[in-house]
């Protein structure tokens, strides 16, 4: 399970909206306390693909490093990583799931014409061929 | 000695140390400590033919060792080597 505290959900709101059409990227801080994640805190990490980025994400190694050094000075851990789907559902693609790490958390938000629809959580296998869904709750009245 | 920073959802593997103090001349040496001390770390660092898996990348205080020398990237004393994940998707159906 994975619970996303007001500011922060705020925060993934904020840069998804923002960021439509194009999808968005970010890392998500905070503590895990007996095996359920609580995140505090969403840093926005500059979608680095390349090519359109209406329908590809990238985050860059350098600035997930750097999110992760924040939150060691300020008492917190690298959970989760976020990105948004424009005008598609919250699901783990085939590409996001070749793409991924099973290390963290993968929280998907569903953008529907500029506004946030949904969320979904995803805890990918170290092999990177299936994705198992994680339970998220998010702050009721966004 | 070089300072290693473990990912948090590795610490479990490293009796929940979040940084580890290693010697060695260079990132494979280091890393090779690493896996010694740790053992379950390794399959979650290292494929099955022994190769760092894909999605790891490592940096030697701010540079991807890609662009340096690779594992034989040279470590000095109080370098801090992190290990930080390629991540990306995309491509979703409409
Ligand atoms: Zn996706």
């Keep these: 399970m994975i619970r ?21 990227c970010g ?28 329908n590809r994400y990238e ?11 924040a939150a060691r000075d300020r008492g917190l851990d690298l959970i989760g990583i976020y990105h948004s789907h424009p005008d598609c559902d919250a699901y783990f693609s085939a590409t996001d799931l070749k793409n991924s790490c099973p290390w963290y ?17 995803f805890l990918p296998n170290p ?16 | 000695m070089a300072k290693v920073l473990i990912p948090t959802p ?21 890393l090779e400590a690493l896996t010694a001390r740790y053992g379950e770390l390794k399959r979650h660092l290292y494929n099955d033919e022994g190769k760092l898996r ?20 040279p ?3 109080g370098d801090v080597i992190s290990i930080v994940p390629s991540i990306a998707g995309g491509n979703h159906g409409r």
């Design chain 1, 59 to 69: 985050v860059r190694p350098e600035d997930l490093l750097r999110a992760d050094r």
């Design chain 2, 10 to 30: 590795l610490r479990q593997y490293t009796d929940q140390a979040d940084s580890v103090e290693l010697g060695g001349a260079t990132v494979k040496e280091v």
């Design chain 2, 54 to 73: 894909s999605f790891v990348n490592v940096y030697v205080n701010d540079e991807d060792i890609r662009y340096l020398d690779k594992d034989a990237t």
């Design chain 1, 105 to 121: 958390s993968f929280v998907v938000v569903s953008v529907r014409g500029g506004k946030v629809d949904h969320v979904r959580s």
């Design chain 1, 27 to 54: 890392a998500l801080l905070g503590v895990c306390e007996n095996g359920a994640k609580l995140v505090k805190e969403a840093v926005e990490l500059e979608n680095a693909f390349t090519g359109s980025r209406r």
């Design chain 1, 127 to 142: 092999e990177q061929t299936a994705a198992e869904a994680e339970d998220v709750e998010i702050p009721s009245g966004n």
């Design chain 2, 75 to 77: 470590v000095k004393d």
């Design chain 1, 4 to 24: 996303i505290e007001k500011d922060a959900w705020r925060t993934v709101v904020g840069h998804a909206e923002a960021a439509y059409p194009n999808e968005c």
